[in-house]
């Protein structure tokens, strides 16, 4: 049994916006499942009718087994825990206010309200923060507090919407930590969306592509990698700019293979040596800074299937579940 299972569900906003095409997808229980996409690929939107928020307009949610309607939703959205981009703690009231409001909006008795408290603050490291208003504290930890409070009710699925958005690289650390204890120590089933690949590197088991409210894939880390092969050249320019304008030329002689990133621009599965490639360069009159073979990101794989929606032909269909 899944935590999550959609069959081919589609959103329409009231505008006529479709932000939802067919989306299908399964998600493990106890795995962090991580879904990528650029600004308005319609990751918000699934998390708001995956957390029953919000209604699908066709299609169907399963949670643990048990479709979600009118009759059963109350039920699933108890074992729902949402922390979206917005912070909902109290920040006029302390920490230990708002866990204790928590409880009784989901009935949680007093006695267990307590000891579930003091239980995720000790796991946590959140002593420090409990018994002051939570406006005093930074960005990063009313996040962290934020997440606290959605663990009172014990969700069997927490949605975490950019947990690290803003954040300095300190408190993302801590924001990882936290999500990975979630994951080993509750067994919480972790559904996350991010725009920070090393982020999904870092935390994923499973990692899911959108674009434009559609799946691009949906599949393992490893086997995300395994479809940019192993190996690619890498181009690296003086500038940003240098790259930006060689990138036509490359696209026209090597197609599909080549992705542009900052400064550099990298081909995948290279059929010659570096000998090769260094001779075209010079034959067209390329002036680069650098030029290697590297292992492939999911950076790669990301920029590549955003940017050709995956159709590299058949070659690729054994590790991949497109839906387009
Ligand atoms: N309430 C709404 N009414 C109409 N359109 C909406 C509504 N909410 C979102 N949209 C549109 O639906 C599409 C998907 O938006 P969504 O917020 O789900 O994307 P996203 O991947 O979460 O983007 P971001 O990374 O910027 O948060 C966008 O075109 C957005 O403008």
């Given at each position: ?73 109350m039920a699933l959205r108890s074992q729902v825990g ?27 008795p007093k006695e267990k309200a307590g000891q579930q ?208």
């Open positions: 049994m899944y935590a999550i299972e959609t069959d081919q569900i589609s959103k329409t906003y009231a505008s006529g916006l479709v932000a939802l095409k067919d989306v299908t997808i399964q998600v493990k229980q106890g795995e962090v499942f991580c879904l990528l996409g650029q600004n308005g690929a319609g990751k918000s939107t699934l998390i708001n009718i995956l957390s029953t928020f919000f209604k699908a307009t066709t299609g169907t949610v399963k949670l643990f087994g048990t479709p979600l309607t009118d009759q059963t939703i949402t922390v979206s981009q917005q912070i909902s703690v109290d920040t006029h009231l302390s920490l230990k206010e708002n866990m204790l409001f928590q409880a009784a909006l989901y009935d949680i408290l003091t239980e995720l603050i000790d796991r946590f490291n959140l002593t420090d923060y409990l018994n002051y208003p939570v406006v005093s504290f930074s960005g990063g930890i009313k996040r962290r507090l934020d997440i606290a409070l959605a663990l009172m009710s014990s969700p069997k699925v927490l949605f975490l919407d950019e947990p690290t958005v803003g954040m300095d690289v300190q408190s993302r650390q801590a924001m990882w930590q936290m999500i990975q204890q979630i994951k080993s120590e509750l067994m919480t089933t972790i559904f996350l969306t991010t725009h920070y690949l090393e982020e999904a590197e870092q935390l994923s088991d499973t990692i899911c592509i959108m674009k434009d409210g559609r799946i691009i894939t949906q599949d393992s880390q490893s086997n995300l990698k395994g479809y940019v092969s192993d190996q690619l050249i890498e181009f690296t320019f003086p500038t940003p700019t240098r790259a930006i304008n060689s990138f036509e030329h490359f696209k026209q002689h090597f197609g599909k293979k080549v992705t542009l990133n900052a400064r550099t621009i990298r081909l995948s599965k290279p059929e010659r040596d570096l000998d090769y490639y260094l001779n075209w360069l010079l034959q067209e009159a390329i002036e680069v800074s650098g030029i290697n073979r590297v292992s492939s990101t999911l950076e790669d794989v990301f920029l590549r299937l955003i940017t050709e929606e995956g159709a590299e032909g058949d070659e690729n269909q054994g590790h991949f579940k497109t839906d387009h």
